[in-house]
């Protein structure tokens, strides 16, 4: 499949292990993307040198030390030429691929719309009832110059979603959703009950801080609830 508009996928990650592969798999196998970026931000693992010794054709970049997601991608930005990127996840579960092969077509058929977010559809319903399916969704496609001057603010921490989305908000940028099947694997699974409770607390006070309470209900009642239409999308 051809990619019409030129498009990066860049895929930060934080001692994945197993978990990015799967991801890999899917993303290399399309052949749709101009480039695909990962950032390893800082891993105690050895997942960086497996990477690179499965896929030494992708770009690898490491942080000097773990700074977190939004940093990671800052510096993946650098090497990025062209006009779209695609901001994915490293701990997705059931990504299919022709599914993501379909979306990635879309945005090359649509150029009126200036983000389209992929939609988590099987996400819990705690996740659900504040709409974090869509406002924090980590799988998005968006023009290259909107995220640059996104991350030319002070955005750092888990505010990245939220900055973006306040950013279309405010300079008018159509925004879409479309459904998406695969699911990220949460912070209490990955370390534990309390310790992944911990960091959705902290996520939430950061992004809090950043964006304050009103524009956080103002996303909430607002933002991207328009579905992609007049196109095939998957249900």
């Excluded at 290259?144 to 030319?152: G, K, P, Q, S």
């Excluded at 950043?210 to 998957?234: C, D, E, H, N, T």
Aim: with cysteine.
């Amino acid at each position: 499949m051809e990619n019409n508009c030129g498009i990066t996928c860049i895929i930060p990650f934080y001692n994945e292990g197993e978990r990015i592969f799967s991801v890999l798999e899917a993303v290399t196998g399309l052949g749709t993307f101009d480039q695909i970026i990962c950032v390893d931000d800082g891993s105690e693992d050895d997942t960086l040198a497996r990477i690179r010794q499965r896929w030494p054709r992708l770009t690898v970049m490491r942080m000097p030390e773990n700074r977190g997601k939004t940093a990671a991608i800052k510096r993946a930005l650098e090497a990025v030429e062209s006009p779209y990127v695609m901001l994915m996840d490293a701990d997705l579960r059931n990504l299919e691929p022709d599914e993501l092969a379909q979306i990635v077509r879309m945005i090359g058929t649509c150029p009126d719309v200036d983000m389209l977010i992929l939609r988590r559809l099987n996400a819990e319903w705690f996740v659900r009832m504040n709409r974090a399916d869509v406002l924090l969704s980590g799988e998005r496609i968006l023009r290259t110059d909107d995220l640059r001057a996104v991350l030319a603010g002070p955005v750092d921490g888990f505010q990245l979603e939220m900055a973006i989305n306040e950013y279309m908000w405010k300079h008018q940028k159509e925004v879409c959703w479309v459904p998406w099947s695969a699911k990220n694997t949460y912070k209490m699974d990955k370390r534990g009950t309390v310790d992944g409770f911990l960091k959705d607390v902290m996520m939430y006070a950061d992004v809090l801080q950043y964006i304050g309470v009103v524009s956080f209900v103002r996303q909430m009642a607002g933002f991207a609830r328009k579905p992609l239409r007049g196109r095939p999308v998957l249900t």
